[in-house]
DNA sequence: TCATATCCTACTAACACGATAGGCATAATG
DNA sequence: CATTATGCCTATCGTGTTAGTAGGATATGA
């Protein structure tokens, strides 16, 4: 059970506008040298943040990237949730394909299953703003003399 | 963020077992029929489960499956880790392989954030036994008249 | 000795994922 | 107004993983 890349590349890149603040917009090239992203993976990334309202843009040439709200009204978990889909869901197998979305009473305890522990993960991540994730990252780069960031 | 079927083929594999406990062992061809599972990949399964210590087998004529512990001592947990290895965790992507395995100190608040939600999920998992499941399938079958499972 | 099993390895088709490419649309700037 | 810098959009591609197949060796009970 793994995080996508592109789910991670998307965290890293709303982290990165919320320590650029100040900078005011992020052209997708500079967020992608600084986050060592691919560019143009990046600019994919950024059209699917920018569908789901969590940045926003400016075209043209002095354009770029800027965060649609404040970095502590977004959440770790809603830019998950944008990316991923379901936090944590059972599969779509070959079998469920050939039911066909009839969800069969014997499915339910299954369905209970991955619904609660989806829901402990929502908890978790709901939880931890992106405004916390960006001191943290702050907060490394100071104590390691690493400023790369 | 989706289990994948073969985790999913195994955990009902396991639940079927405890479900027909009395019995005796369960040849793997019964149990695909049983479940509705690829009879040749549920064998690949019940390789692992037993190589992970969850089942036991006998061979040759009349043989099959059996659990290795009572079903209230296996934890859902436990089979998934199986499965899947880390119950959630980081990407592996290719920038990561470039880097080598140096977790550079700004992967640091990331590596805590995934640590968080595995913790969350493995409680979740840990507490749930099969033989829980087992009992709400039986349950979930009864009320609805479906015997089929 | 035959039927019924597990056990083991190799292979393959389909799909998802990560990434790349090219070009159009828009806006600032000299 | 031309140029340049940017976002926007779609198509494509290589590779690895996943889900599933296949064939046979090995063991065991009747």
């Known amino acids: 059970m793994r995080v996508s890349s592109k789910t991670d590349y998307a965290l890293r890149t709303v982290i ?3 320590l650029h603040m100040d900078d005011g917009v992020s052209a997708a090239a500079r ?3 600084r986050q060592d992203i691919p560019v143009k993976f990046l600019e994919q990334i950024l059209m699917i943040l920018k569908a789901g ?4 843009s400016k075209r043209g040439a002095g ?3 800027f965060l649609a709200d404040p970095p ?3 959440s770790v978990a809603s830019v998950m949730r944008l990316m991923e889909g379901r936090l944590f ?3 779509v ?3 469920r394909r050939r039911a066909g979305s009839v969800s069969s009473s014997k499915e339910l305890p299954f369905e209970e ?5 989806e829901a402990a993960v929502a908890e978790n991540l709901e939880k931890i703003s992106i405004s916390e994730m960006s001191d943290r990252v702050r907060k490394h780069s100071h104590t390691s003399l690493d400023f790369s960031i």
């Open 53 to 56: 309202g969590i940045v926003e």
């Open 72 to 74: 502590s009204h977004i």
């Open 89 to 91: 869901g059972p599969p």
């Open 113 to 117: 299953l991955w619904a609660n522990v």
């Open 93 to 95: 197998s070959a079998q």
């Open 16 to 18: 990165d506008l919320a």
């Open 63 to 65: 354009g770029g990237y």
């Open 31 to 33: 967020i992608a040298e």
